[in-house]
Structures are given as C-alpha cells and as structure tokens.
Nanobody, 125 residues
C-alpha cells in the first residue's frame, strides 16, 4: 500500500514562496506519474503540475512560470516550488501517484490512484 505524506504548506503574503514536499513510501512502480493537485471548497480538484518517470512535466496555465515540480528519486520525494504566490493560489494541495505515464492525462485527477492527505496553502493579499 502506497502512502503519500505532504508537508510544507502554510500561510504567506502575496509574492512570497513556499516549497511543498511529498514523501512516498512503499512505491516501486515504473513507469509512473506523480502530480500536485489543489482544491478549494465547492470546486473540483485541479491539476497544478505533474511529472512522469521520464522527467516530462506539465503545468496548469495559471502556475506556469511560477511553480516548479521536481522529484528526488533517492528520497522518494516529490516537490513543488511555488514562487510569486497569489491569493488565488490558496487551496488544499494534494500529491498523487499512478503507475503509468500518459502525458495527455498527467493533470487529470481521476486518473490517479494514490493520494496524500493534503497540506493547506493560504496566501493573503
């Protein structure tokens, strides 16, 4: 059973930065795809960024140029560096993993099997 544990959320002012981490345990899939998603109350879960086992990345237009997804395979850890944060980035952020690539659906939440508990990011104006 794969377990994903996110950390690094918090409260920042607009223009600030945060780095989210997601540690995956008991994960031996290859290929794979990992992603960061966010959700606010009453809204669907949105795919923010994703990376596959070849290193291919995909970003939502709203975060392109501000957020960077990366991974450390030795540590089984996924990261999301978030710069120039805006109040509209406020959400619960989740990491997820699935056991196949598929670049068309990298940021499509229903395609992911394993999810973390989430970490809250709050950006004040």
């Amino acid at each position: 059973q794969v377990q994903l544990v996110e950390s690094g959320g918090g409260s920042v002012q607009a223009g600030g930065s945060l780095r989210l981490s997601c540690e995956a345990s008991e994960y031996t899939y290859s290929p794979y795809c990992m992603g960061w998603f966010r959700q606010t109350s009453g809204e669907e879960r949105e795919g923010v960024a994703a990376i596959d086992s070849d290193g291919w990345t995909s970003y939502a237009d709203s975060v392109e140029g501000r957020f960077t997804i990366s991974r450390d395979n030795a540590k089984n850890t996924l990261y999301l560096q978030m710069n120039s944060l805006k109040p509209e980035d406020t959400a619960m952020y989740y990491c997820a993993i699935r056991s196949y690539q598929g670049r068309r659906t990298m940021r499509w939440a229903p395609s992911y099997k394993y999810w973390g508990q989430g970490t809250q990011v709050t950006v004040s104006a």
